[in-house]
């Protein structure tokens, strides 16, 4: 049991205790985790060398050693052997192509998830050089990002080596689109559809936009009135994405259900004429109030590469690299757009202009931040507020060094807790922990450019 002690100083140590507790034993897990693959990799590499070294192995057909010690193994572990001759393969070409994330695995560096990560984001790239310059930058990334920020960033580091272009991948790929059901149980289905990602990032935030206007319409008709805004400031303000019931009644619906009846809705009708939130219209007008709503993407596109003269990819907000194609179309549609000014060492946003300077901060934001920058947080940057990290009333002043995007569940964090947070040039913020742990947040494009003097095996001059 652990000793809370008495006061705020004892509060503060015994949550510090459990962080402790749970860091040391997260670590074990990928340390155990990283142990049994380690072991299936060497099971691999065994079978395989008894397979070969048997007489007539030439001509041999099949796995049989290889099934044999899965089916051995599987019955062990209580697993299926089928399952467990997949995890020796995984096993094994984990260990032959990114031995160095084995290794941070095998030490508790990182864990099963950033591990993924690395290997998805890895698999394309053939060149044993190129991918070896790739899991080295990816691992100096995993170390301090969650998996989810790790995911796109690593995408973005493969596309710098892979050998083919995004553009030829994509076409080619790009002819596979479908919408596919899946049967579950108790009446329930699954639709799935593969689109190129702007769409499908595009469909998600158009859903999530309609989403929240219900929900306050739903909260205003419960007598719940508008709570969507925050006491004390002007900064527009939107519902954490995380699927949350919110309003803590029974019936209500969370963001999850929200997105998915509304889903629905607009594919059957055409327009979501079942959530209409037209205020005193009492009827469906093409869709009311949520008919309006557009979806909204974010899309970094270097000039170097729509001249030709580099391969910097251009990049989706939370996703990664998309074809230049793609964001040329988004960007010769968009009613304005940003020129962004990068560091060419480390990638950080230094400036942001645009020939009509109003709101000059909010787009320097939007282009530095990306999403909330409360450590491992995803929510995008269009759903945060501007955040003075030196409260203005104590002098903080309004620009881009004491300015940084929050989400309401990190803002309201920062201002009614002991968690403290401070702004250490070039967007970069330390957040400090009640009990006194620092926690370096950087923006995101820091973590995806690729500077002209560290290219990819293949492409020095």
Not at 92 to 112: D, I, K, N, Y
Request: charged residues 25%; hydrophobic residues 40%; aromatic residues 4%.
């Amino acid at each position: 049991m652990t000793n809370t002690g008495s006061g705020l100083e004892g509060h503060t140590a015994a949550a510090d205790a459990f962080v402790t507790r749970a860091v040391e034993a997260h670590r074990a897990v990928a340390r155990s985790q990283a142990a049994l693959t380690a072991v299936f990799a060497e099971a691999h590499h065994w079978a395989r060398e008894l397979a070969e070294s048997l007489p007539g192995a030439s001509s041999r057909t099949g796995d049989l050693e290889l099934r044999d010690l899965a089916a051995q193994l599987g019955a062990a572990l209580h697993v299926s052997d089928r399952t467990l001759q997949g995890q020796l393969d995984a096993a094994a070409s984990l260990a032959h192509l990114f031995p160095a994330t084995l290794a941070a695995w095998s030490a508790g560096e990182v864990s099963r998830a950033h591990v993924a990560a690395i290997v998805e984001a890895g698999a394309p790239v053939v060149d044993d050089a190129a991918r070896e310059w790739f899991e080295t930058r990816a691992l100096a990334l995993a170390v301090d990002v969650t998996a989810a920020q790790l995911r796109p960033a690593a995408r973005a580091l493969a596309e710098h080596a892979h050998p083919e272009s995004l553009h030829d991948r994509h076409e080619r790929v790009r002819s596979g689109r479908r919408v596919v059901v899946n049967d579950l149980d108790d009446g329930m289905a699954r639709i799935l559809a593969d689109l190129p990602a702007v769409l499908a990032y595009g469909i998600r935030d158009r859903l999530t936009a309609i989403a929240h206007e219900v929900d306050a319409a739903e909260r205003v008709a419960d007598g719940h009135g508008d709570d969507g805004g925050m006491a004390g400031t002007d900064e527009t303000d939107q519902i954490d994405d995380d699927g949350e019931n919110r309003s803590g009644g029974a019936g209500r619906r969370t963001m999850d259900q929200l997105r998915a009846d509304v889903f629905a809705d607009l594919l059957l009708g055409g327009a979501p004429t079942a959530h209409n939130t037209a205020h005193g219209t009492g009827h469906a007008d093409a869709g009311g109030d949520l008919g309006r709503i557009t979806a909204q993407v974010q899309v970094t596109v270097p000039v170097l590469t729509v001249l030709g003269a580099s391969r910097e990819p251009c990049l989706l907000a939370g996703y990664g690299p998309i074809p230049l194609s793609q964001a040329l179309e988004l960007a010769g549609a968009a009613s304005g757009w940003d020129r962004v000014m990068t560091s060419p060492v480390d990638g950080s946003v230094l400036a942001v202009d645009r020939y009509r300077p109003s709101e000059q901060l909010r787009r320097f934001l939007r282009a530095r931040d990306e999403h909330c920058r409360f450590v491992g947080c995803r929510q995008p940057v269009h759903r945060c507020d501007a955040d003075h990290t030196v409260d203005h009333a104590h002098g903080g002043g309004t620009s881009e060094d004491n300015l940084a995007t929050l989400c309401r569940r990190h803002h309201l964090l920062k201002h009614r807790s002991q968690w403290r947070v401070e702004q250490l040039g070039r967007g970069r913020l330390r957040w400090q922990s009640p009990a006194g742990r620092s926690y370096v947040d950087r923006p995101a494009p820091t973590v995806r450019f690729v500077a002209d003097a560290d290219p990819p095996p293949g492409l020095q001059d």
